[in-house]
């Protein structure tokens, strides 16, 4: 068996389309169109094919069908680096949406430019799903190259580029005004906001969020400092030692929950009690939120979402369907744990996000 087997691969390469069509009994052009998923072929059609793909071994040449003027069924994700576990779920999304519809991915970051270089000149993907650049002249130069060759994009996150880009965004306006809600509701009325980058386009809506709730609810904006970060844990710790070292504050609001968790591991060094002594919160709901001690008080960004919707308006574009708009927003929900002074129930919390998906 495992002679028959290795044997068998080593002629995969001379299985041809046409054989295909031979053994399942149709033409060669219904076979490409099985093979890209057309929709229209019937089912039964589609299961017959797929069976004699499967029982010959056929592997379309992808590379091959690209050159001719065809599709690869290939998309590229572009992220800043792999580093962060924020984007895990996003990908699972990504990945879901592309198995179902039988479609490939090729992951690369920022930091192997030339090799997704390679991709679009050698026209291996037909489409780029892309994680906004730090360097907006980075994304305009990528936009400009994509442009020319007419391959579809679609930017994860609020473009640095305002040239109607299509883009899957989420409400970091809406999400950073519902904390500060939540924190004139909780009392506090010293509070520290560490933001970002200052260039970093997020960190500016989270914070233009924060303020706008603060106002809403009258606080007295004298009474709120800011402070900016870079997004790490070392920053939010180093922040901390700072400012509170010489300042007293009821609650500190970090624009991502690696800055709040840095924040956190100094006021348990410094014996400061969370939530009595002060708050702290966060933005993104990263999977230790809810393991920190205390639970950490977030903003989820609903990322397996966003990935989802991302492959799926990707295949649209390049299947030749016009997408409804340029900009989708989705919704962020307020995580509600003890590090701000609420109960959380570890399970309870758990079972009621699960009945949603």
């Not at 060094?269 to 709901?285: K, L, S, T, W």
Request: glycine share 8%.
């Amino acid at each position: 068996m495992l002679q028959y087997v290795i044997g068998y691969n080593m002629n995969i390469d001379r299985i041809t389309i046409e054989d295909v069509a031979r053994r399942a009994g149709y033409s060669r052009a219904t076979i490409s169109r099985v093979i890209n998923n057309d929709r229209r072929v019937k089912p039964s059609t589609m299961k017959r094919v797929r069976a004699a793909i499967d029982e010959l071994g056929y592997v379309p040449n992808v590379i091959a069908s690209a050159l001719s003027g065809g599709k690869t069924r290939t998309v590229g994700i572009l992220l800043p680096d792999l580093s962060s576990p924020y984007y895990s779920n996003l990908l699972e999304g990504i990945d879901r949406v592309a198995i179902e519809r039988n479609y490939h991915i090729v992951l690369k970051t920022k930091h192997s430019t030339r090799s997704v270089l390679e991709l679009l000149e050698t026209r291996q993907v037909d489409g780029l799903i892309i994680r906004h650049s730090r360097d907006p002249e980075d994304d305009l130069s990528l936009l400009n190259r994509l442009q020319s060759q007419g391959i579809p994009f679609i930017f994860i996150g609020k473009p640095s580029i305002d040239d109607g880009a299509y883009a899957i965004m989420v409400d970091n306006v809406g999400g950073a005004r519902e904390m500060a809600h939540h924190f004139v509701e909780h009392g506090f009325r010293t509070i520290l906001f560490i933001s970002g980058r200052s260039e970093n386009l997020d960190s500016r809506d989270r914070g233009y969020g924060f303020r706008l709730g603060l106002a809403e609810r009258h606080f007295d904006m004298n009474n709120l400092h800011t402070l900016e970060g870079d997004f790490s844990r070392e920053c939010g710790y180093e922040i901390a030692g700072r400012f509170l070292a010489e300042h007293r504050v009821d609650a500190v609001f970090a624009a991502n929950d690696r800055m709040a968790l840095g924040v956190l591991l100094y006021c348990h060094e410094q014996g400061m009690r969370v939530p009595d002594d002060i708050a702290v919160a966060g933005f993104d709901d990263a999977f230790f939120s809810e393991y920190l001690w205390p639970p950490l008080t977030t903003v989820r960004q609903p990322m397996h979402e966003i990935g989802t919707v991302a492959m799926e308006n990707m295949i649209l574009a390049i299947e030749g369907t016009k997408v409804s708009t340029s900009r989708i927003i989705l919704p962020t929900k307020l995580m509600k744990r003890k590090s701000c002074g609420c109960s959380f129930d570890h399970f309870g919390a758990r079972l009621q996000d699960q009945s949603h998906q």
